[in-house]
């Protein structure tokens, strides 16, 4: 993933860590609760692994969308 400095967050409620990185240090690089989601990189800039996560992020909020998905 295309990170473009070293800021990340570091939540109190791990429940709400999605995805982790490993450079140097573990890090949440993406956060999810509820209807809210949040990546520290950029997955535009990401390549095919970027384009790919948003594509299903697109997916995944059409099958909400209309009732066929909503789970984390």
Known sequence: MY???????DPEDRAAVAAVTGYGVRFAS???????????????KSQGVGLEMLRN????????????????
């Open 3 to 9: 990170f473009v400095h070293s800021y990340y967050a």
């Open 30 to 44: 993406a956060l999810w609760q509820d209807n809210i989601m949040a990546t520290q990189f950029h997955p535009e």
């Open 57 to 72: 992020f697109i997916a995944h909020a059409r099958a909400c969308a209309t009732g066929g998905g909503g789970e984390q």
